[in-house]
């Protein structure tokens, strides 16, 4: 799969997710906490404005930051949000049927060598004179100097999405239809065809391309 190493990501077990939003290959472990804010376009949740919309989320982790004794920064041309000049939160929006999500991370720890042997350009979405990941990323575990309790962490990044979004969020189950439509799409989602479908289609055009000598 484009950006991704599929050969290695399919002996070592590591699954492949075509993601609907944009922002190119990411790599995703355990030791991170994702996060999705979505509302309806018009609501006042989120902006219908893309910029203004990631200043206002990524606002929630500059807050968090600020709780945990941190200073973050917005790189709003990125997306993201960085301390002492590293990246610790990335994040891609997209707008669907009248809603706004915007998905990012947030990193407590990370297997930067994985990521390696993962994608392809791991530096692909870092700044453009870092050449190891390792060097443009910074975790949570690095500021503190110990492993992080990720509940605690989840917590603090709640109320700081609460500032920024200025209302107070209300923990709630799964209504029957959301699971029902949640184990459909999860289906769907790791199927070959949804997975693969962009690069097949792309490699079409590529081979039209050709043909007509372009």
Known sequence: MIG?????CATSGVQIIRRVLGGGCGFC?????LFSIIGREGSGVVSPDIQKAYSCVLGGVVAALKTLGFEGELELTRSAVYTRGRKISGSAQGRFNGAVLVNGSFLLDFDFDEMDRVLKNP???LAEDVTCARDGMITLSELIGYDSDIEYVKNVLKRGFETALGMTARRGALTKSEIELAKHLSKRHKSRDWIYRLDEKRRKRLRRKRGRGD
Do not use: R
Request: charged share 30%; no cysteine.
């Open 4 to 8: 991704s190493m599929g050969d290695y």
């Open 123 to 125: 530096t692909k979405n």
């Open 29 to 33: 472990d355990k030791n991170q906490i």
